[in-house]
């Protein structure tokens, strides 16, 4: 078989929010070119799949007006008499919608094959790669053996490829962040898998597979459950979580506004304050990193987030505008916030807020702020708007007047009249300005505002269950010398942990549940018996082997203490360097067996400035661009990274297990 190249391997990662491919290994490794959405639409024909969401609409002037069910009624009657469908009846792709889409993966774990083999066929068709082009597959940890024949025959049968790979998720982060031992914990869509790995090599004991609710989507449910009495919707509360304004908040943070952050000192030093998290200027007035569990803060992503807080009155809720739209009352609804608005500028221009304005406080960080406003993309009232059935013209003109994003704002700003007076120019034939309608072909934007639920995605246990899972199977390793080591290279990705601040709140909690301090050794002497001999006074606290009369080793050393403060000080045990005779040899480990003294996150690698850039919660995409130059170009299968066309021919799907990394 002839060497494979570069420009000619696919890798596929699939999710079961997203899916990522590319095609070509270039010279630096790039973050993923393809990301489409892992869902499908059933197409008419039954057992057949479209990528995107078909709308039928009528465009003609003179089918406007009818009813769908009598256009319907029409081009059957049409069909069945061998004529063509009315001109007035034309299909589209919503790429946005979501409605009636099909996920075929949940939970890590493929749960409709029909529906994954679509979103496959869609996926290698996007890429349209050559002849002879091996795959890659990153597999989910759910999914089983027979699993992974299924998608071998699949790919070999389907795609015609001549060589195949699948590669599991966890070992493809080692080997983008280039640690043979390390603890992978991805979060996801809908769970959290925690992966202990020793030399490259996955621990299947202890190893936490598909834990529910606690992934990206239990969190988007955590903040439907505390916004829902306000008017919140599912979609709100998942662009909510994706917004910079979401935060989650290390353990022992006080909410801002409650009684806890009352009682903190008030900040005089706005500047310190938004860098350093001091209160005020000199000493004392700034938390330590040990008090907060955390590193210390610079200037970066908790200085200046979002709109000031204007202050003026609380929002009990949000409006649905879809349904006031469908209701006819769109003219109502714009008409009152177009008097809102007037009335804000005449007060302002009065100087009734003069006052107000002397007496506002400097700007604060997000983690301060009771209320915070976000931009919420309204696909609800999309929809409603295309359910209408209106015209070209008639549609541009309704989103150009409920959209309130910024481009609605530096319009009104410039020429103070409505965006549909100032962009919609018709046309001598009719047609209408293709600048107004590129301009107003995305989503309606909506300024949504919220209180301090925002810091509240990861409450309700979903942290202290990660933490539970995390040290179930790092204790379940064998060798009790790694679990030190695989307590130091934690690995947090996966796109569920891109909420900001969730990896410093779940380290805060790990430390806060397990974390002991190394200078905890002496809980062991609280618990000696009396006739036990005391620890000579070497300036440690570390216990020092007493000789018996004969000069042989006594007895009344803690034999467990003595394992404990020196397997890792060597120069500490008594001369000869061998430990005492009395001591047992499954007592001889260098570190405590179960609590861990040091928890630290393992170091991104630093040669990718491309992924460094949108960071590695995908690190899994990068592992796999390293190991597919390892195994297809460096390699090339003597070391059977990788399944070939003949060794598939000979040996059928099941063959797959000899070949996977």
């Given at each position: 078989?002839p ?7 696919i890798?596929?990662?699939p ?9 070509g ?17 059933p ?10 969401k ?31 469908e009315?001109?007035?009846i034309?299909y589209e ?9 099909v996920?075929?993966?949940?939970e890590?774990r493929?749960?409709n ?15 349209n ?13 759910a ?9 071998t025959q ?9 060589a195949?790979?699948l ?22 869509k ?10 490259f ?12 609710g ?19 919707t599912?979609?709100m509360c998942?662009?909510?979580k994706?917004?910079?304004?979401c935060?989650i ?7 801002p506004g409650?009684a806890?952050a009352s009682?903190q ?8 304050a ?11 007035h700034?938390?330590?990193?040990a008090?907060?569990?955390i590193?210390?803060r ?13 202050g ?23 008409a009152?916030?177009?008097?809102e ?7 302002k ?7 107000s304005?002397?007496?506002r406080?400097?700007?604060l ?5 009771e ?29 150009a007047?409920?959209?309130?994003g910024?481009?609605r ?5 410039e020429q103070?009249?409505s965006?549909v007076?100032?962009?919609l120019?018709?046309?001598p ?9 590129s ?5 309606i ?11 509240q ?10 933490a539970?899972?995390?040290?179930r199977?790092i ?5 009790v ?6 307590w130091?290279?934690?690995?947090i990705?996966?796109?569920g942990?891109?909420?900001?601040g969730f ?9 806060t549940k397990?974390?002991i301090s190394?200078?905890s ?8 018996p009396?006739?036990?001999s ?11 082997p007493?000789l ?13 203490l ?5 397997a890792?000080?060597?120069y ?10 009395s001591m047992h040899?499954h ?7 179960q609590?861990?003294?040091s ?8 040669y990718?400035p491309?992924?460094?850039d949108?960071?590695?919660?995908e690190?899994?995409?990068l592992g ?7 195994i297809?170009?460096v ?8 399944m ?13 297990h000899?070949?996977s990394?």
């Amino acid at each position: 078989m002839p060497p494979f190249k570069d420009e000619q391997i696919i890798i596929i990662a699939p999710g079961s929010e997203t899916t990522v491919a590319q095609l070509g290994l270039p010279e630096s490794f790039t973050p993923a070119r393809l990301r489409v959405r892992s869902r499908m639409f059933p197409a008419e024909k039954e057992g057949e799949w479209e990528p995107y969401k078909v709308r039928r609409r009528i465009d003609a002037v003179g089918k406007k007006s009818m009813a769908q069910e009598e256009v319907d009624e029409i081009n059957d009657m049409k069909k069945t008499f061998g004529e063509s469908e009315d001109d007035g009846i034309i299909y589209e792709e919503d790429p946005i919608s979501e409605e009636g889409a099909v996920w075929p993966i949940s939970e890590g774990r493929i749960v409709n094959w029909t529906c994954f083999f679509a979103l496959m066929t869609h996926v290698y068709n996007t890429l349209n790669p050559p002849f002879h082009t091996p795959i890659l597959l990153i597999t989910q940890p759910a999914w089983t053996p027979r699993e992974h024949e299924k998608l071998t025959q699949f790919f070999f049968e389907k795609f015609k490829t001549p060589a195949f790979s699948l590669l599991d998720a966890a070992i493809a982060t080692s080997w983008a962040y280039g640690t043979h031992t390390s603890t992978v914990i991805d979060v996801g869509k809908g769970k959290v898998d925690v992966t202990a790995i020793s030399e490259f090599l996955p621990h299947g004991t202890g190893r936490v597979i598909a834990l529910p609710g606690c992934g990206g989507e239990a969190m988007t449910q955590r903040l439907l459950t505390l916004l829902r009495s306000k008017g919140f919707t599912r979609e709100m509360c998942e662009q909510l979580k994706k917004n910079p304004i979401c935060e989650i908040l290390p353990v022992g943070t006080a909410l801002p506004g409650t009684a806890d952050a009352s009682a903190q000192d008030a900040i005089t030093n706005p500047a310190a304050a938004a860098s350093t998290g001091a209160t005020a200027s000199g000493p004392g007035h700034r938390e330590t990193a040990a008090a907060l569990g955390i590193a210390p803060r610079g200037p970066g992503p908790d200085t200046d987030v979002g709109d000031e807080a204007n202050g003026d009155d609380d929002n009990e809720g949000v409006l649905d505008v879809a349904s006031i739209v469908a209701g006819g009352k769109m003219n109502e609804y714009l008409a009152r916030k177009d008097k809102e608005k007037q009335d804000k500028a005449a007060a302002k221009k009065k100087g009734t807020d003069a006052a107000s304005a002397q007496s506002r406080p400097a700007r604060l960080p997000n983690s301060k702020r009771e209320r915070a406003t976000f931009m919420y993309e309204d696909h609800l009232l999309l929809d409603t708007l295309k359910g209408m059935n209106l015209s070209s013209k008639g549609m541009a003109d309704a989103q150009a007047a409920l959209d309130e994003g910024p481009q609605r704002k530096n319009q009104d700003a410039e020429q103070g009249d409505s965006i549909v007076e100032q962009r919609l120019a018709i046309e001598p034939n009719g047609t209408i300005d293709s600048a107004f309608t590129s301009a107003h072909t995305g989503p309606i934007r909506r300024e949504i505002e919220v209180g301090i639920e925002r810091f509240q995605a990861g409450s309700g246990g979903i942290l202290e269950r990660i933490a539970d899972a995390i040290y179930r199977t790092i204790s379940a390793i064998e060798e009790v010398n790694k679990r030190s080591e695989l307590w130091d290279s934690l690995i947090i990705c996966g796109n569920g942990s891109k909420i900001r601040g969730f990896k410093d709140a779940l380290m805060s909690t790990l430390q806060t549940k397990y974390l002991i301090s190394p200078s905890s050794a002496t809980i062991f002497t609280s618990e000696l018996p009396s006739n036990m001999s005391t620890p000579a006074g070497t300036g440690t606290n570390t216990p020092q082997p007493q000789l018996a009369p004969h000069g042989t080793s006594s007895s009344q050393v803690n034999p467990l203490l003595l394992a404990a403060t020196t397997a890792q000080n060597p120069y500490l045990l008594p001369p000869g360097g061998t430990a005492l005779p009395s001591m047992h040899s499954h007592n001889a480990h260098s570190s405590h067996g179960q609590t861990p003294t040091s928890i630290k996150i393992a170091k991104p690698p630093e040669y990718f400035p491309e992924w460094k850039d949108v960071g590695y919660d995908e690190a899994a995409f990068l592992g796999a661009q390293v190991a597919a130059k390892v195994i297809f170009i460096v390699d090339q299968g003597l070391n059977k990274g990788y399944m070939t066309r003949p060794d598939y021919n000979d040996q059928g799907p099941t063959g797959i297990h000899y070949y996977s990394l």
